[in-house]
């Protein structure tokens, strides 16, 4: 009966889990306080905010800085971007990196679906851009350039074979550039340049600014992150749009490190130098009257520019999609502190990325992310096979052994104690575990979790097919017999809409009850209870990602014949002991 117990608290714990895995949302925001906006606005004004001082030098002001949401600027002409991942253009007016396509990236599987837009321009709704620039100490707003310089370009469209050079020049002979290369994939390299022909010393500070107008809609999960990201001294930071509304403004200085803005599949990232320190940096949300924009900006500190020399700073800027691959190259490659955190890997991340790389890997062997699952499914039945035998053969010693369990339950049914004391006993004779049952699982549900964080995370398996109507493995499995598969015109809700892949799992889990002894000894009301499980799970993974349900379907029917034959083969070993 405890065995029993355990069971059936173990699996409703299970389920509660995946609910609140699935389910919690966070929770609604407060409304709008205008006292709190209106300390928004005085912390922030239309300029960064100056950095305190550091050990390196006192702090560049910001006074120069206007802000870039209210006015409405003209084109001024454009630069094209062209990669094998990127299309898009650069504008003259502000020199914005605000034009942004992903070239392999479709907004979803319909046929005339777009690609994803990652950056938009100054000028359009929800605008969301990058952009580079200085600070000048002890000089006014027009002795560096700002949100409306028109800036000269030399070199063509900026390709990985061909850099662009942006360049403006002050009155006071003082000339500004931002030399652009890009790579194969989402990398930029920027180089900061001043050259002083004004015949005295300045001081100058670069920095580095993502702005992006408006709340994007986002999946609003508690288990992925979307909103403010970044790395400051070694120590990751996290802050979603409601974080910046309810808690205010993240400010740090950092040593190297990097920070940006993160979606579910898709990030900007300002990458500084990782050996210079920071005197400020600034994750912040900005409120003017009815807008709202969110702001990522890091500035520099000081750097003297004698007369007749020139001063470079270099920093890097990731926009686009994220790949893993790609990301651990960066982050190895330059040296990036925690890069592989923009991937939100989870709570379980020494199983998700494992779990990621076995699959990836099986992919490359397959062609086939689906099969790769399958094939995964059964390499990590090996590794959990000895669990999974020492559950297995207990079982066949509790079914041998239920007519005694019958009995005692039937001579000791009004003396609960003493029906546990020789409960007990009996186990221990025929060697029952009362545990057993509930080891096989318990790494498994790690597991589960771990790749339910895959499939859900990784842009590697977005829109990536399996057979037949499995179109996309990291949605829901749309084919459900509600709108008869598809021939009645309309789109069930998702609540009733149980696709066939969980209709398969509910099947392979009762039938894995009917193969359990333990409910030979429960009660009805636990009985009852463990009959509606497979029927309640059916209808909860109908919403989880077909990936994920095609592998808990697969590891129930591999779990079945394993367990038959395990149990089948220690019946013929105890008949073989008695004879």
């Not at 699935?22 to 005085?42: F, M, W």
């Not at 206007?66 to 084109?75: F, K, N, R």
């Not at 959990?384 to 559950?391: C, M």
Request: net charge negative; proline share 6%; charged share 20%.
């Amino acid at each position: 009966m405890g065995e029993s117990r355990n069971f059936i608290l173990f699996a409703v714990l299970s389920l509660g889990i995946l609910i609140g895995y699935q389910s919690l949302y966070l929770g609604p925001k407060e409304a709008e306080r205008q006292r709190y906006e209106q300390q928004q606005l005085e912390a922030l004004g239309e300029t960064i905010q100056p950095p305190t001082a550091t050990d390196a030098g006192p702090a560049p002001t910001t006074t120069q800085q206007p802000a870039e949401t209210a006015p409405v600027y003209e084109e001024a002409g454009r630069v094209e971007i062209n990669t094998p991942e990127l299309s898009g253009s650069i504008s003259l007016r502000g020199a914005r990196i605000d034009d942004l396509l992903l070239n392999n990236h479709r907004v979803s599987l319909e046929e005339n679906s777009g690609n994803v837009r990652l950056l938009r321009p100054l000028n359009e709704a929800d605008s969301y851009f990058v952009r580079f620039g200085w600070t000048a100490k002890d000089k006014d707003r027009d002795f560096v350039p700002g949100p409306a310089t028109v800036w000269t370009a030399t070199g063509g469209e900026l390709t990985p074979s061909s850099p662009v050079t942006l360049s403006w020049t002050n009155a006071d002979a003082v000339t500004f550039e931002i030399a652009l290369t890009v790579d194969e994939q989402f990398m930029f390299n920027v180089a900061q340049t001043v050259r002083n022909a004004s015949g005295e010393a300045i001081e100058v500070a670069p920095y580095g600014i993502i702005n992006r107008e408006g709340e994007p809609d986002t999946d609003g999960l508690y288990i992925l992150h979307e909103g403010a990201i970044g790395v400051f001294n070694g120590e990751l930071q996290e802050m979603t749009y409601s974080d910046l509304e309810d808690d205010g403004n993240f400010e740090s200085s950092t040593t190297g490190g990097w920070m940006g803005i993160t979606d579910k599949f898709w990030m900007t990232a300002l990458i500084p130098d990782q050996n210079k320190t920071l005197p400020v940096t600034r994750m912040a949300r900005r409120v003017s009257g009815p807008d709202v924009s969110y702001r990522i900006e890091y500035t520099e500190n000081w750097q003297a520019v004698a007369a007749d020399s020139t001063s470079l700073s270099e920093s890097k800027l990731y926009a686009g999609a994220k790949i893993v691959g790609a990301i651990d190259d960066y982050a190895e490659r330059y040296q990036i502190q925690l890069f592989d955190r923009a991937i939100d890997w989870g709570w379980f991340w020494f199983l998700t990325k494992p779990i990621f790389a076995i699959v990836h890997y099986l992919f490359e062997l397959t062609g086939n992310f689906g099969v790769a699952i399958l094939l995964m499914t059964v390499i990590l039945k090996i590794g959990l096979f000895w669990f999974a035998n020492k559950s297995y053969v207990s079982m066949a010693h509790m079914r041998r052994a239920q007519p005694k369990i019958k009995a005692l339950q039937e001579r000791h049914g009004d003396d609960r104690a003493k029906m546990q004391q020789e409960m007990m006993e009996l186990y221990k004779k025929e060697k029952i575990n009362p545990m057993a049952g509930c080891l096989p699982m318990i790494p498994q549900m790690f597991i589960f979790f771990a790749l339910y964080k895959v499939l859900y995370v990784t842009i590697e398996m977005r829109h990536q097919p399996f057979f037949g109507w499995i179109k996309d493995l990291s949605v829901a499995d749309p084919l459900t017999p509600v709108n008869l598969f598809g021939l009645l015109p309309f789109d069930p809700p998702g609540i009733i809409a149980v696709g066939i892949l969980p209709i398969m799992m509910g099947v392979s889990m009762w039938a894995m009850q009917k193969l359990n002894p333990q409910q030979a000894s429960m009660d009805p009301t636990q009985q009852k209870i463990m009959n509606m499980l497979p029927l309640i799970f059916t209808f909860v993974m109908a919403q989880f990602s077909a990936g994920l349900v095609l592998y808990w379907t697969w590891n129930n029917i591999l779990s079945i014949g394993q367990q038959w034959v395990i149990m089948r083969r220690e019946d013929a070993r105890m008949d073989e002991a008695k004879a």
